[in-house]
């Protein structure tokens, strides 16, 4: 099971916090990443982060959001500053073991101008 929660309704500029908890997974999980997906678009990567700490961005949320995981606990984070109303969209969690992956069940996140 994956799970995010977070998400919400900001002002430009603002920020945000989402988390990401995953459970009942079998096998050692490589990757955790975010991805959103806005009315009308395709979903698309905006970080992912490895095991060992290596974080790959989107460009468009370089500089701005930070991903970060807590191994122990399964849980994947991302820090959203700066925010634009071009960050609007669901925002959905996916976790990446050996044999499968994962998606959560997303949430939302709304920059008003």
């Known amino acids: 099971q994956v799970v995010e929660s977070g998400g919400g309704t900001v002002q430009a500029g603002g920020s945000l916090r989402l988390s990401c908890a995953a459970s009942g997974i079998t096998f050692s999980i490589n990757t955790m990443g975010w991805y959103r997906q806005a009315p009308g678009e395709q979903r698309e990567l905006v970080a992912t982060?490895?095991?060992?700490?290596?974080?790959n961005y989107a460009d468009s949320v370089k500089g701005r959001f930070t991903i970060s995981r807590d191994n122990a606990k399964n849980t994947v984070y991302l820090q959203m500053n700066s925010l634009k109303p071009e960050d609007t969209a669901v925002y959905y969690c996916r976790v990446v073991t050996r044999i499968l992956y994962y998606w959560g069940q997303g949430t939302q996140v709304t920059v008003s101008s």
């Open positions: 982060i490895n095991s060992d700490g290596s974080a």
